[in-house]
């Protein structure tokens, strides 16, 4: 398991992991998290770590292809990516949706792309 600490442009420090993979690249990993921590953007929530985990990935895109998003879009298996991300919420209640000082644990983000050259997109997020 790759572990290390992403420092964004905000200065919010970012706990990354990423397991051993025979799907993708280690730089094919990394291009999806960044895509992640660009798009964070919950109100009043920090991003505190996002995961890559093959079996954990294969078991939710699996999932994703039959019932989910993944099941009309045409997109195939080697095309799809699932990270896990934890975040935390702060107490001043200003979030509209999520609780105020409160952890957020395995949030799903998918991602997917049209062949192996291309970027990722994020397709479908949540639990």
Known sequence: ?????FSNCSNKDISIEIGPSSSFTEKEIENAINLVIDSFSFPDSKLTSVIYDEEVSNSLKGSYLQH???????????????????????????????????????YQWILIRDNKESKWIIDDQGY
């Open 1 to 5: 398991m790759l572990l290390f600490t």
């Open 68 to 106: 989910g998003k993944g099941s009309i879009n045409g997109v195939l298996y080697e095309n799809v990516i699932v990270l896990i991300s934890n975040f935390d919420v702060d107490g001043s209640g200003n979030n509209p949706v999520l609780n105020p000082d409160s952890t957020y644990y395995d």
